[in-house]
């Protein structure tokens, strides 16, 4: 049947349209089959595919502009430099901030969160401190809280989580206190989905005078990121959840505040002069980035996100939300399957249990029909223990997944149910 016209009344006029095909033909992996059947790709959460224009870029740094940053005049590492250099005024954009120089590169999220932690914290906090998290923190957000915790004398607090696993301002309120000198919380959990309320967490962690780290690797994929409008004092991501290559992505903290923070690693190209009685650091960014960067994976960062600012996001944010809907009603519909996080803001993810099988099962049988999920505790055990499961099943979905994705892993988990049930 032949898509209703932008115009027409069968579609509404507050979605945009979106030729998904053509999207989908910018993805190299979906056109593969696996098991011999067509590949569903479910799996985002955890790394989303690449399009060809990343592809491209990474093998045009090693196929022409092989060269180390910073440190040639010859021509290939000019050019090496710039392409490196210019990606931190596309990080810039994409996170809403004031200046090309509050963009640090990082190895990825886990690498900026262990960078605030001990470059900010570690070096401020003492006995009696404390830093607050959420109960459906990722592992990354939580362990290098408990390092600093531990080097410092500080201790952490928890805000607990809803039987939906929502974040409710309430219990904000009731975990900080005048001791709360860091907040550290998730934009979307990755586990559960749940979209937390950033700017209302914000203003509470101000008025006590903490400090407020967001973790975004789950939400700049899906919505659009505006760190002044956010109201926080650090935000970061990594690259391969915004269809970048993996070891790679980006800190943003305000000028100011990257100037009072010292360094934690050590080495080549932080440095403004070494000697062995007294070595100065280079001004920020760089005094963060010590030794050779990914600078392919930097580059190809920087063409993820050229390729986003081509798209409508409006439309792509419609299209994951209806399509989340969808998906939602549909596994309702199969008897014996539990849903997990059912937050009212909410997006892209899918984590179920299902009463016929262990998610381990689930995800072994339906990857045996093309379909790619993610089964397991998703770096987020605390949230597992929360609910008394040891692990779920999640479905991740992005720009690129369609109902027929959301129909085939249906018919696979009727599979499953057919098998254990
Ligand atoms: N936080 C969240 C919410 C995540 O989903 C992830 C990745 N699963 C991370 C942090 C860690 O990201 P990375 O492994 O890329 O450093």
Redesign the pocket.
Known sequence: MPAPAPDSPDRPSAVPALDLARLRADFPALAQEVRGQPLVYLDS??TALKPQAVIDAVTRVYARDCANVHRGVHLLSQRATEAYEAVRAKVQGLLGAADPSEIVFV?????A?NLVAQSWARPRLGPGDEILITGL??H??IVPWQMVCEQTGASLRVVPITDAGAVQLEDVDQALGERTRVVAV?H???ALGTVLPVRAIADRAHAVGAKLLV?G??AVPHMEVDVTALGCDFYCF?A??VYGP?GV?ALWAPRAVLEEMSPYQGGGDMIRSVSFERTTYAPPPHKFEAGTPNIAGTVGMGAAIDYLAELDRDALHAHEQALLDYATQALSEIPGLRLWGTAAAKLSVLSFTMDAAHPHDIGTIVDSHGVAIRTGH??AQPVMTRFGIPATARASLSIYNTREDVDALVRALLHVQEMFG
């Open positions: 959460a955890a190895r990825g999220t886990t690498e969160i923190e990722h990354a957000n998730a979307v959990s990755n973790d690797a789950q990594s391969h959840k993996t992505g998703h770096c």
